[in-house]
């Protein structure tokens, strides 16, 4: 069985594009376009990994992950943030609470499946 992951993103066009790439490159794919759907989405089925943007409409991916930590079934879902902020603080401020990896925007194609690959 495939790996599922779920891809949160507001953008749409960066969405669309990254769900198309990872299912070329074999995953089952979940996409949500803010972090309210995502958190129905995972009260479905839950992800084997989550690709989340941090800055969005409503939740962002601080509020998301902070509601999976909080819950012992989603807790140990690896999460990869996706962010324009690349300030130190900001990458800080995500290692510090566990977020395995922080990909700046843009990243290109290859990073991101080195740390997906790292993940699972």
Known sequence: MACLIL???DNDDI???TVELLELEGYDVLAAGDGSRALEL???Q????????????GLNGYDVFDTLQNNPNTRSIPFIFTTAQ???ADLAKAKSL?????LVKPF???????CINNCL
């Open 7 to 9: 891809l949160i993103e």
């Open 15 to 17: 969405r669309e594009n």
């Open 42 to 44: 995972i009260a479905e």
């Open 46 to 57: 839950i992800p084997d990994l989550i690709v989340c943007d941090v800055v969005m409409p």
């Open 86 to 88: 690349s300030e130190r």
């Open 98 to 102: 566990g977020v395995r990896h922080y």
């Open 108 to 114: 290109d194609d290859k990073e991101l499946l080195a």
